[in-house]
């Protein structure tokens, strides 16, 4: 077990609740056994949000609130199309590299979950800021660095979070710059330009220290050609994250390095194509 679990979940409670117990049951991503499916991305989707099935032999899922949803297809349509309106399955055309080799992400548009179905996560977790704001818990850093987030309880984000930041509290870049003055979490808003909904509305994303994370718009750089990202989080803090499901935009073309946000599904089916 991890050495400061007990201290992390100490400093977790909800918002106008008493603390939660220790053991929340958080899941490893990158080694829990791998869900058997004949449709990865099922396969994926299944494992990642229990109570998600699939819609019998239809192309579908059948969402834990009950909606049903199709998961359309991935037909390679060009990258600004997909990131408009993106069917659930072109969540997954770009694979979300599990590795930290740096040249994937110099390919124009490589940027493995950021295309997002909006129905789909309005589905899973919330659709109006009400509901989402009676779901979150604070998750406090239990090491040097005071990062303080709000985060849903729905699919037990807030514990996953609160695994991960107790896995790096152990790190020896545990006082890292990197977790303090930390940026946001949940913020019920659309993203710039459209009327989807940010990740950060359903309190599934948190920003690390915004002066070391770097974002692609800050650059001056063009859209599809942003140039490179001049990292400066720790790679042992963004692999722990990973580990219990959380997706990092530093591996984005349009790289957003202090942006971290709930994705497991993606975890789990870079796994899955890797072993194909």
């Known amino acids: 077990m991890l050495g400061r679990i007990s201290f992390a979940f100490l400093a977790l409670s909800f ?5 939660v117990a220790a053991d929340c049951g958080a899941r490893d991503f990158l080694a829990m056994p791998l869900p058997k ?19 019998g032999a239809a192309d579908g899922v059948v969402m834990p609130n009950g909606t049903v949803l199709a998961l359309g297809h991935d037909k390679d349509r060009p990258a600004l199309q997909r990131l408009a309106s ?5 969540q997954f055309h770009d694979i979300y ?24 996560f309005r589905s899973l977790y919330f659709e109006n800021k009400k509901d989402a704001k009676r779901s979150l818990a604070k998750v406090v850093y239990a090491g040097r660095g005071h990062a303080r ?40 808003r659309t993203i710039s330009g459209t009327n989807r909904l940010s990740a950060h509305s359903f309190g599934i994303a ?25 990292n400066k989080i720790p790679l042992e803090i963004v692999a722990t994250f990973e580990r219990f499901g959380f997706i990092w935009g530093g591996k984005w073309h349009h790289y957003d ?3 971290f946000e709930y994705r497991p ?11 194909k």
Not at 15 to 19: E, F, L, N
Not at 97 to 120: C, M, W
Not at 164 to 187: C, E, I, Q, T, Y
């Open 265 to 275: 599904e993606l975890i789990l089916y870079a796994r899955l194509m890797a072993d």
């Open 206 to 230: 948190f920003d690390l220290n915004a002066n070391l994370g770097g974002y692609w718009k800050w650059s001056g750089k063009p859209e599809g050609n942003v140039g490179e990202y001049n």
């Open 15 to 19: 918002v106008g609740q008493a603390a």
């Open 149 to 188: 987030y709000f985060m849903t309880k729905r699919n037990a984000v807030h514990c996953q979070l609160a695994t991960a930041m107790a896995a790096v509290a152990d790190l020896a870049v545990a006082g890292h710059p990197a977790m303090r003055d930390v940026g946001g979490s949940f913020n019920w």
């Open 37 to 55: 499916a004949a449709n990865p991305v099922l396969q994926a989707l299944e494992g990642a949000y229990p109570g998600l099935r699939r819609n």
């Open 97 to 120: 590299p599990l590795t930290f080799d740096p040249e994937p992400r110099k390919t124009p548009f490589f940027d493995p979950g950021r295309a997002r179905n909006d129905q789909f």
């Open 86 to 90: 993106a069917s659930i399955a072109e």
């Open 257 to 259: 390095g202090m942006h």
